[in-house]
């Protein structure tokens, strides 16, 4: 099975040395930060690292399309307009032209809090980000931009939006570019309600999805076991196996035909308990390969 699968890897030092870190683990995809995730500011990206990160993924047995930039902790892309919802969208605009330069197809976006002003004007502070995001590119390089804004399904904390199928479904709806699909997040879709604990559950929440919103759309997957219950809103990843979803169902994904085929995601924990290659461990295990 040709499967593409991988962790989150650090750029720590240079963007491009997180084609060596994701190679030295055995990732065949990986996604990264293209800056420090938890600040406001950054600073130009090297045009001499940038070739470097290219070269050496061109050189490396990852594809392209198995990469993916994720989006800093501080944006808050469903705030209402004020001074935190402004740097939000201008990170997302500075990030679509990062991963233009990159030549990374995929940019995975966080809904992030309505902040109590109710889900409509949560999705309506979404749609505008991101069509923002797109028209700046446009009227900047006269071009549309080569990447894809993956919306990230939500655990269903307290004034989130984009937990639930339908809700995504009606952001794609409404949104003027058609440059943007989903990254399913396992440990989100467990705790919000969906249950992936069997093969039978995997595959009703698998054909859910594509009645709801489109198989078609489904561009990224995020596996993570879940420390939370189902329904707990809680998002806490745990590695995989060990957690509330557990190793039938993390296997009855890894192997249905509609998800082995996408590039797949880890952002498990790294503690004494296990890291990296230990959790690609056991995925390969559970593909019986």
Known sequence: MNIRIGFHVSIAGAVSKSVDNALKIGCSAFQIFTR??????????????????????????????????????????????GETYRKSVNILTEEVYRCSMLDIPYLVIHFGSHLGKGAES??????????????????????IAPVMIL?????????????????????????DHKQVGVCFDTCHAFSCGYDLRTEIQVDKIVDQFNKTIGLKELKLVHLND????????????????????????????????????????????????????????????????
């Open 151 to 175: 919306l990230e399904n939500s655990a269903g904390q307290k004034n989130s939006i984009g937990s639930k199928f339908e809700q995504i479904r009606l952001i794609l709806d409404r949104l």
């Open 36 to 81: 420090n995730p938890r600040g406001w500011a950054t600073k130009p990206m090297d045009r001499e690292d940038v070739k470097l990160f290219k070269s050496k993924l061109s050189n490396s047995k990852i594809q392209q399309n198995s990469v993916a930039v994720h989006m800093p902790y501080l944006p808050n892309l469903s705030a209402p307009d």
């Open 226 to 289: 879940s420390k939370g219950d189902i329904d707990s809103r809680l998002d806490r990843h745990e590695h995989i196996g060990l957690g509330k979803i557990g190793e039938a169902g993390v296997a009855a994904l890894l192997r249905h035909s509609k998800i082995k085929n996408l590039p797949i995601i880890m952002e498990t924990p790294i503690n004494n308990i296990r890291g990296d290659p230990e959790n690609l461990k056991v995925v390969v295990d559970l593909l019986g390969t």
């Open 122 to 143: 949560g999705i309506n502070q979404v749609i505008k980000a991101c069509n923002y995001a797109f028209d700046n590119y446009r009227s900047s390089y006269r071009r």
